[in-house]
């Protein structure tokens, strides 16, 4: 059975929820993508209607607002982010590794929404000391996840380190691998990002292996 999930891809600001209405018309059409993460801008004032909105797409499981700096620990941004569990929601947070101390403290203070961590938490070469560091904190919160992908910027030995890392840190059930398609073919291939994936996590068990790369993400995006 084929699965995916559809991440927002920076529609229209104008127009956030015109994404969903875009997406259910191809799940009309092509049965995919499964399930999808809308695009909402928390702290704007239209942000309970739009939540509300992109909630009422059955499809929807979280959304996505790429904050700024700090953005993280202001009160009008957390007065929308608190709006997210009781919908059912959970939050895709990207940001720099630099932000991942307020993410740990959103997290904390919100243990009943789910973050799902993108890309890693953006390391970047010469950086990876300090990225540890800030995951290390973050993954002591239990309702964090992680999504593996967007590593093209490291080479073969600093991605198998995070890789690694990320596993160390949060664990075979709380991470999962991502295409990040068709933003990562700038990088690599498909299949050469899942190569990379594959020979990475040739170590783990198959039931852990079958986590990471299935699994897991059917679960964290409830795709059951």
Known sequence: MHRAVHIEAEWDPRD???????????????GLPTV???????????????????????FVRGVRHKPRPRQLDDARWRAGYARLAPLGLHFELQAPWQELAAAARLARDFADTTIVLNHAGLPLPGELAGWRAAMTELARLPNVMVKISGLGNLDAPAQREV???????????????ASNYPVDSLRASYDEIYQHFDDATRGLSMAERRGLFHDNAVRIYRME
């Open 16 to 30: 956030p929820a015109g994404e969903m209405a875009f997406i259910a018309g191809l799940r009309g059409e092509h």
């Open 36 to 58: 999808a993460v809308a695009q909402a801008w928390l702290d704007r004032d239209d942000c309970a209607a739009l939540l509300e909105a992109q909630a009422q797409h059955a």
């Open 163 to 177: 890789i690694g890392t990320v596993l160390e840190l949060y664990g075979p059930r709380r991470a999962m691998f």
